[in-house]
């Protein structure tokens, strides 16, 4: 049973969902706190879950980049300990500088919130190496500041290594090159938009987010 | 010491709030051929002098206060208010 680590910002609010999809494929979830540190070695996942992290002040995910447990996650990063961003998990690691970019407000300025046909564009790391290469799932979106952003350099980068996670088939917010989800050099941060945590079963209307947890 | 701090989104980025309220004025009969909307942060800090708090806001604008991906920043060059 792997043990996760699911950091708690004040704000965060889809902690709960991340820590029951983690125990529904048998992963053993552990909250972390915000202000704490902790031991990366008694992890072997870690995520940060969609919300609203300081109530979005400043830029989303920006004051939750420099909260204290930012640091243990920088540590966990330099490990290779896989960490999965989600929504405003994404926004913190893009402010964080772990990912490259930057998700600005939605293109036609409204929160969406919809369920978003995905298709899965590279499976290099663990997180979506339960899905296969322009596989199109069904994943719910819900926010309003998720147009992803970068220079021409990053984006090319992204391109050329493989590092796109997904892409949405039918762009809901303005995102370059369609982005849902990517991934770092190194493989072991997959961060996205989307919710795979509200895909699980077919209650919720699809199961597709699965693939993300089903390593654990 | 009080000193305003500007921050702008970028020219070469979509300023999307700018455009809606651009467009909001335009239907409302105004003529408005560009709006950006940004940030103002009024910092009070200890120094001696204005050069010496600008620094110190330079420091913690690229700590924290501004993304250069998307933004840029102009310290005001006299105290606030």
């Known amino acids: ?216 | 010491m009080k000193i305003g701090l500007k921050i702008l989104p970028r020219k070469e980025v979509l300023d999307s709030q700018g455009r809606t309220v651009q467009n909001s004025l335009n239907e409302n009969g105004f003529r408005v051929s560009h709006c950006t909307i940004g940030k103002y942060i009024v910092l009070d800090v200890d120094a001696q002098n204005i050069n010496e708090a600008r620094e110190k806001i330079q420091k913690m604008a690229e700590f924290i206060l501004y993304n250069p991906l998307i933004e840029t920043y102009e310290i005001e060059n006299q105290t606030y208010g």
């Not at chain 1, 663990?126 to 021409?152: C, D, F, L, M, T």
């Open chain 1, 1 to 216: 049973m792997k043990k996760v680590g699911i950091v708690r910002f004040l704000g965060t609010n889809c902690d709960k969902d991340v820590a029951l999809a983690v125990e529904s494929v048998g992963g053993h979830a552990q909250y972390l706190w915000y202000q704490d540190q902790f031991d990366v070695k008694e992890y072997e996942a870690i995520v940060l879950p969609g919300g609203f992290s300081y109530g979005d002040y400043l830029r989303t995910g920006a004051l939750a980049a420099i909260a204290p447990i930012m640091k243990s996650v920088w540590e966990a990063n330099q490990k290779g300990i896989p960490i999965l961003g989600i929504c405003n998990g994404f926004q913190i690691l893009c402010e964080a500088k772990m990912l490259p970019g930057v998700l600005m407000r939605n293109q036609k300025q409204r929160f969406i919130d919809e369920l978003e046909e995905l298709q899965i564009e590279s499976t290099k790391s663990v997180w979506i190496s339960n899905y296969q290469s322009k596989q199109k799932i069904k994943i719910p979106i819900a926010h309003g500041e998720g147009r992803y952003y970068a220079e021409e350099d990053d984006l090319k980068a992204l391109q050329d290594q493989d590092l796109i996670v997904a892409t949405y088939l039918d762009n809901p917010n303005g995102s370059v090159y369609d982005i849902a989800g990517i991934m770092n050099t190194q493989k072991n941060i997959v961060a996205l938009m989307p919710h795979p945590e509200r895909a699980m079963s077919d209650w919720m209307g699809s199961q597709d987010g699965r693939g993300f947890f089903q390593w654990l």
